[in-house]
């Protein structure tokens, strides 16, 4: 797969992602209280087809794709979860829930994710081994919606683990 057939798809999804985002943030969720956050990753992953779908905790998701030949597993991660925090913007996409926001970027990591995970069931026939793509709920609380994602079983198997976190100069 060339540098360009990659831009392309992503460039097929962008604007996709960037709705799914500012859904997100217009409907943040505090900390173990994601539950229509989780309900849209769910019913956008089960759109795309090709993954395996399941909800490890009340309010996590995880999706596997599982390639056309044997191979590692690889996880990506993103957060969910909003922080209680007054937004004060005014673009057309702003918090809906009073005192909550995304402030943190997980609005955009979920989206990114989505995107990933959308461009990778296109290319399942080129994957080999096994792509996770983990939806971790409560990220700001300790000890935190991870501890009960790996306690659930979503790392068994893993060889490695991806994340990301957005950043603004």
């Known amino acids: 797969m060339t540098n360009e057939e990659i831009k ?24 173990f209280q994601e539950e229509k956050t989780a309900q849209f990753v769910y019913e956008k ?17 995880m999706a596997r794709l599982i390639g056309e030949k044997p191979g590692r597993v690889v996880a990506i991660r993103a957060d969910m979860d909003a922080l209680p925090i007054q937004e004060e913007n005014d673009f057309e996409f702003v918090s809906k829930n009073p005192g909550v926001m995304h402030a943190c970027g997980h609005d955009g990591h979920t989206a990114m994710l989505l995107g990933t995970a959308k461009i990778l069931t296109r290319l399942r026939d080129r994957i080999q081994g096994e792509v996770r793509f983990l939806f971790q709920h409560a990220e700001e609380l300790y ?27």
């Open 45 to 61: 992953l089960q759109s795309f087809g090709n993954l395996e779908l399941s909800r490890p905790t009340k309010t996590s998701v």
């Open 143 to 169: 000890p935190g919606g991870a501890e009960e994602m790996v306690q659930a079983g979503v790392l068994e198997g893993v060889d490695v683990v991806i994340g990301t976190h957005l950043w603004c100069p």
């Open 8 to 31: 392309r798809l992503v460039d097929e999804v962008k604007e996709e992602v960037v709705g799914w985002r500012r859904h997100l943030h217009a409907h943040p969720e505090l900390s």
